[in-house]
């Protein structure tokens, strides 16, 4: 069967990007079986040479370890010219290897999930002389840099009012600009899992608050200091509780505290691939601000107490909730042990649920990919008229 062939290209900085790309990968497969050969490809790693092709995996120790750092490099890219130069330069120093991911992929369309992918590959296109249609499907939701904006995408698919805002401020065609929601995986979609019936699958108690606590997909922040102040409060406030914290693929936070005593119920994960189940288990959770464990979230009406964000991309996600009812920010361990005892108690948290649900955008994957496909099939209509 000849299949169109869609290209999205991500890069592993954090987890959310990739987050973002399956569910798009797997939202063509739901809506259009057999249709499309979707490829994910992380062009930085896969198609740049030595020492570039090493940046993403910094990206997690540097912004763990020397967020002095990732703040420099960030004001440096918030200057327009700067940004350019910087990736005219990476471009003309990769090209040779940057043009196998033409010639390996032969895409009939290219999705950018990541802010780093848009003029990179615009030189590449003009380059090549290859008239592939392009797309960004913005995957913050309140915080922008502006290399998410490239006024020639065809398309650009965002989360948030701010957003819309910010792409047409960048040059891009107002019609071009389509608010659909930040995409979420599969699971996430149609009907979620039932509360007790999650509790019973994961080996927890059915009737113990439940507070989830996660770092990203890094397991990044202060997790292990926050764990031990939330579990030590609800202990001492004698609330019926249980937590459960996700280390993402932090793996020396996992061995530290699965070797933890704990005075209530605690299950400590790695990685984990069902997310949905965790969050529908939960009455709250508590989060660095990334944007893909937060767009969860709302879908699946759990109030979120922000526990801190990534300087730049992930400062207004902080106002995005809070702002909406949704949750709170907190950012000491002590702080946050005490909202988290004041929600066990209290009735506000039947309310951030409620207005988590109304703006959890479940079906977003889907409708991105259904304007795509409408946008391909424009395409080939008017190519076959002139
Ligand atoms: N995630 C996951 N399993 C884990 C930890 C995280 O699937 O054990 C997912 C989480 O559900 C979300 C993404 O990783 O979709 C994290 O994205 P976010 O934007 O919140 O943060 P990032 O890791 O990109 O900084």
New binding site residues.
Partial sequence: MNHSRILILMSD???????SAQALQAAFAARYPGRFRVEIVDMWTDYTPWPINRMPRMYSPVVARALWLWKLLWFIFENKRAHSAVLRLVYLLCRNELRKVLQAHRPHLVISVHPLMQHIFFHLLEEARAPIPFVTVV?DLASFHHGWFHKRAERCFVASDVAAEAARHHGLHAGRVRMLGLP??PPFVGTLPDKEAARARLGLADTAFTVLL?G?????GPVAATAHAVARRLAETGTAAQLVV????NKRLRQSLQRSEWPIPAQV?????N?QEWMAASDCVI??A???????ALISGLPILLSGF?PGQ?EGNVSYVVENGAGAYCDTPGGIAAIVSDWAGGSELAQMADRARELGRPRAAYDIVDEIVEFMDGEIAESRDS
């Fill in positions: 900085t954090g987890g959310g990007h990739r987050a995957t979420v995986r996660l990203g997909g890094e397991g990044m996700i280390c993402g693929r994960c790695g990685f984990v691939d997310m989060t660095k990334g944007p893909g464990t937060i767009a969860e990534i992930e």
